[in-house]
């Protein structure tokens, strides 16, 4: 979500109106009684990301300034904030829809979000419990009926533009720093931790509470197509790599079986089956640091899912972590997304070892399954490291040390399934 200095007045195939902006002022300003107490002064739009950026989104980054009727003269207000629309290619538009991408993180902002936060605000501990996600100002979904002005003919999402806060991506070619990935883990903490005190507090199911969420065969689905895409690739680059022979067969000795091993590992394992991310690696991340905190906040959330908390773990350390920081620093990194999970759940009356019987032990058993998954999606997108010397180096780390532990091996898909 960088922004660039080139200015554009329109968005898709609707521009962005002084009419529509006054619409999601008046949903960031729900106190007031009549919308046309907001007077919009001046606004500027230019796109949200670098070209190739984004798959699922057309981005654009809007500044607006504006007044309210009855405040003195003078007085002016600003806000930044980002628009998520359809992709105006039409192959990724077609992906988009057809999968629901859009449905989904336009769903989770407008049921999932709002549910988090009222459940958390019947819990007399919770006032330091944060979702860690930029603010929703409006969203639209549509799946191809002709709505009314002002609200666009598409699905659209505006979101808190957090660059103006002093949030900033992360480098995938060096990998997250140690700082940066706790900061990660324990923001994925406090989002788990609360999906799964509301499940069990209010005794709903989540999968039926959110039926747009990616279901497990859909989704394996998804994923299979970008493993079949991307294991010929990976392929031919181990091929011109000496010593690695071992490694390629074990990955020709999985290919049969990708998919039953996505579908096993992403399927929801009770207890502890909740909400997740499923994309959580370092592009979908942002940071505010200085020198006394690091603060991260999760972006894209399109395929959220239900299913297992280590899967967004092994996803984030397998993909976004320099090897020796991963190697170094695994088991206190899950240490502490253990810490964070059940003293979150205890403010939030749920203590996950005796009422769930779920400890440490079998977190860690989980996460070495949920490896096998991370390692999958991440042949899925083998494009992004190929070509680029510190990735693919990480890369082949990686997998040696998959090898090494037995991880590349399909019979550990069905262990998840006690």
Not at 250 to 268: F, Q
Not at 350 to 357: F, N, P, T
Request: with cysteine.
């Amino acid at each position: 979500m960088s922004e660039s200095e080139e200015e554009s007045t329109s968005g898709a195939d609707w521009p962005v109106t002084e009419e529509w902006l006054q619409a999601v002022l008046k949903e960031h300003h729900k106190e007031l009684p009549d919308p046309a107490m907001i007077t919009v002064l001046d606004f500027t739009v230019r796109p949200g990301c670098e070209s190739g950026e984004s798959v699922l989104s057309d981005i654009l980054a809007v500044a607006v300034k504006y007044c309210l009727r009855e405040e003195p003269d003078g007085v002016t207000h600003s806000l930044s904030f980002i628009i998520k629309l359809l992709p105006q290619d039409p192959f990724s538009r077609y992906f988009v829809t057809e999968a629901q991408f859009d449905l989904r993180e336009i769903k989770f902002y407008t049921q999932v979000v709002p549910d988090l936060e009222a459940f958390k605000e019947t819990v007399p501990k919770s006032s330091d419990i944060r979702l860690p996600i930029p603010k929703c100002y409006y969203a639209h979904y549509s799946a191809g009926t002709n709505d009314p002005e002002p609200s666009p003919p598409e699905s659209v999402l505006v979101l808190e533009n957090i660059k103006p806060q002093g949030y900033n991506s992360a480098d995938f070619s060096h990998g997250l720093t140690l700082r940066q990935t706790t900061a990660a883990v324990e923001a994925i903490a406090q989002l788990h931790a609360l999906s799964l005190s509301l499940k069990v507090k209010e005794g709903k199911s989540l999968s039926e509470r959110y039926p747009f969420l990616f279901q497990t065969t859909r989704a394996s689905d998804s994923y299979q197509q970008l493993v079949e895409r991307g294991l010929p690739q990976l392929s031919q680059f181990l091929e011109r790599r000496p010593g690695l022979e071992s490694v390629l067969a074990a990955l020709n000795d999985l290919r049969p079986h990708t998919k039953e091993i996505i579908e096993n590992l992403l399927a929801p394992e009770e207890p502890m089956a909740l909400i997740t991310h499923t994309d959580f690696w370092c592009n979908n991340l942002m940071f505010r640091e200085d020198e006394e905190s690091c603060v991260c906040s999760i972006l894209d959330w399109q395929m959220v899912t239900y299913s297992r908390p280590t899967n967004d773990l092994a996803l984030l350390l397998i993909s976004s972590v320099p090897a020796e920081l991963r190697r170094l620093h695994t088991d206190s990194l899950l240490d502490g997304y253990w810490d964070c999970l059940t003293s979150t759940c205890r403010k939030l009356g749920l203590d996950i070892e005796s009422e769930l019987g779920y400890d440490r032990k079998r977190l860690a058993e989980d996460y070495k399954r949920s490896q096998l998954l991370a390692l999958l999606l991440c042949i899925g997108s083998v494009d992004l490291a190929l070509g680029n010397a510190q990735m693919e180096e990480r890369l082949l780390v990686l997998l040696q040390d998959l090898y090494a532990d037995g991880l590349l091996n399909a019979d550990l898909a069905g262990q998840a399934q006690v």
